[in-house]
T-cell receptor, first 116, second 113 residues
Framework: AQKVTQAQTEISVVEKEDVTLDCVYETRDTTYYLFWYKQPPSGELVFLIR??????QNEISGRYSWNFQKSTSSFNFTITASQVVDSAVYFC?????????????FGTGTRLKVLA | DAGITQSPRYKITETGRQVTLMCHQT?????MFWYRQDLGHGLRLIYYSAAADITDKGEVPDGYVVSRSKTENFPLTLESATRSQTSVYFCASSHTFTGEGYTFGSGTRLTVV
């Protein structure tokens, strides 16, 4: 079975603190994709990053970084020096081939509150 | 403008009424999807379509109907709305089979009273 677990329902930090959002996934497929999306209060889903299962290289984009570890089935997201604008719900998602079509399986999301 | 658009953005309807949520994309993407977002569940797949006239059920299809007579449109119909269908609905499209990612619409917030 395919599953994505975001165990942290809500996290509150003070501005400029670093914060890590955890994502653990389950799949038996060897080919899959992992994503992070941001959902700000306005409600849209903003794409942040995609990783395929063959690329374990970590990535940094500005204050954002991602740590993909197949050994622990984790794809964690770190925000360095958090800002109030980072306040949002963050979703981790797994894309796998189910019945001939790739579909997303989402985690339940982590609400991040960054306090000024 | 190119993109994927959902309408309406907000909708309030009464229990038992039929309501249709629209989704239109301008890229000629083959794949289209409907998800619902509920607190504690994340987003769950309702229906999807691999091409015009080809649709299939997702994780939570009960109470919903879809059609796809044209590649660019993928309407979602609630035949007899129930309060449990109060949710935010997202449409998405993808041009490839490879799972490299969707493009999401802005969502429709539906309230059933």
């Amino acid at each position: 079975a395919q599953k994505v677990t975001q165990a942290q329902t809500e996290i509150s930090v003070v501005e400029k603190e670093d914060v890590t959002l955890d994502c653990v996934y389950e799949t038996r497929d060897t080919t899959y994709y992992l994503f992070w999306y941001k959902q700000p209060p306005s409600g849209e889903l903003v794409f942040l990053i995609r990783r395929n299962s063959f690329d374990e290289q970590n990535e940094i984009s500005g204050r954002y970084s991602w740590n993909f570890q197949k050994s622990t089935s984790s794809f964690n997201f770190t925000i360095t020096a958090s800002q109030v604008v980072d306040s949002a719900v963050y979703f981790c998602a797994l894309s796998v081939d189910i019945s001939g079509t790739y579909k997303y399986i989402f985690g339940t999301g982590t609400r991040l509150k960054v306090l000024a | 403008d190119a993109g994927i658009t959902q309408s309406p953005r907000y909708k309030i309807t009464e229990t038992g009424r039929q309501v249709t949520l629209m989704c239109h994309q301008t890229w000629s993407h083959s794949y289209m999807f409907w998800y619902r977002q509920d607190l504690g569940h994340g987003l769950r797949l309702i229906y999807y379509s691999a091409a015009a006239d080809i649709t299939d059920k997702g994780e939570v299809p009960d109470g919903y109907v879809v059609s796809r007579s044209k590649t660019e449109n993928f309407p979602l119909t609630l035949e007899s709305a129930t309060r449990s269908q109060t949710s935010v609905y997202f449409c998405a499209s993808s041009h490839t089979f490879t799972g490299e990612g969707y493009t999401f619409g802005s969502g429709t917030r539906l309230t059933v009273v």
